[in-house]
């Protein structure tokens, strides 16, 4: 019996990308390169700054302009970071139907605190979430466990009795080592070569709202 739902932020709860890419074709922009389409940046948002710089820069952390690009990267994002974001079809009508059946839930990300609170707060979601749980909340972050089970402490609630829904491996490995139910989110930030079937979920959904399937014994 699921007592609460625990969700990813970006590529899940919400449509992040195109603030996301909007920041990453800013630092390429300011380096005189051709920017990206978003078609592009799109299965990398999920993995934020280190992931999009490595797609448009072809860098990782230190790199001699790693830090000077990351830092541009941020700037941009947190200004803009929710000119373009959106919740994804279905999941304000999943919400409402998780409150009105008094399931808490909540978000677990791997976005820094200072991005994931402002972001949920213009969305109109902060107050309403049973938690929000950032990247740098806990001392690790997923694929490691912690974060989905200081969630589940938060909300009073057994792990085991949590589904996580998340369109990434990391978070089907943190679901499975908290002992959650993990589902994917198809329509979230796959990348076409990931092969999902092979990743440790109890499940899929093509919707945010197709998660109530799971939600009924």
């Not at 603030?19 to 920017?35: F, W, Y």
């Not at 952390?61 to 200004?79: I, K, M, S, T, V």
């Not at 139910?181 to 440790?200: E, F, H, K, Q, V």
């Amino acid at each position: 019996m699921i007592e609460a739902v625990l969700f990813d932020l970006d590529g899940t709860f919400a449509d992040t990308a195109p603030d996301l890419g909007e920041a990453l074709n800013h630092v390429l922009a300011l380096r005189g390169l051709p920017t990206l389409p978003l078609a592009t940046i799109r299965p990398q948002a999920s993995h934020g700054s280190p992931g999009l710089l490595k797609l448009g820069l072809g860098i990782e952390p230190g790199a001699p302009d790693y830090d000077d690009a990351r830092n541009d990267f941020l700037q941009h994002y947190e200004a803009h970071i929710c000119d373009r974001t959106h919740l994804f079809s279905g999941m304000s009508a999943l919400v409402a139907e998780l409150e009105q059946r008094d399931l808490p839930w909540g978000i677990v990300t791997n976005k820094p605190h200072r991005f994931t609170v402002p972001l949920m707060e213009k969305l109109g979601y902060a107050k309403r979430a049973a938690c929000l749980v950032s990247g740098d909340t806990c001392e690790q972050a997923k694929p490691h466990p912690m974060p989905l089970l200081h969630a589940a402490e938060l909300m009073g609630v057994n792990a085991a009795r949590c589904l996580y829904l998340g369109d990434d491996l990391r978070d089907m490995q943190a679901a499975q080592a908290a002992g959650m139910i993990g589902i994917i989110a198809n329509y979230g930030y796959l990348d076409p070569a990931s092969n999902t079937s092979a990743w440790p979920a109890a499940g899929s959904v093509q919707t945010p709202f197709a998660l109530l399937r799971y939600l009924t014994p």
